[in-house]
């Protein structure tokens, strides 16, 4: 079992930046892939970036998104600079089964409860 918390989220301006963190416990956490997605109001939740033997972003963060980790702290970061309204959303870490990233949900096997980013323009 992995246990993962977000934190870091809250209301920002277009243009500002916010840096996300997400503490994994119960497990080695340095042979698991972890990634970030998003859901936006009324949208399914969508990729938005992954870091284990590789890292690659979703196209609509790219460049504007970095995703790092520490694995001596067990934590993973999304630091997000030039942020839009259109960021805004609940983020989630997610930790996958092997250090293997993906882009899709059935990637990953365990999940966060999230944490709320809102872009005021």
């Known amino acids: 079992q992995v246990q993962l918390v977000e934190s870091g989220g809250g209301l920002v301006q277009a243009g500002d930046s916010l840096r996300l963190s997400c503490a994994a416990s119960?497990?080695?956490?340095?042979?698991?892939?972890m990634a970030w997605f998003r859901r936006g109001p009324g949208k399914e939740r969508e990729f938005v970036g992954a870091?284990?033997?590789?890292?690659y972003y979703a196209d609509s963060v790219k460049g504007r998104f970095t995703i790092s980790r520490d694995n001596a702290k067990n934590t993973v970061y999304l630091q997000m600079n030039s942020l839009k309204p259109e960021d805004t959303a609940v983020y989630y870490c997610?930790?996958?089964?092997?250090?293997?990233?993906?882009?899709?949900?059935?990637?990953?096997?365990?999940w966060g409860q999230g944490t709320q980013v809102t872009v005021s323009s």
């Open positions: 119960g497990r080695t956490f340095s042979n698991l892939a």
């Open positions: 997610a930790a996958g089964r092997t250090v293997v990233p993906g882009d899709v949900e059935t990637k990953y096997d365990y």
């Open positions: 870091i284990g033997a590789w890292r």
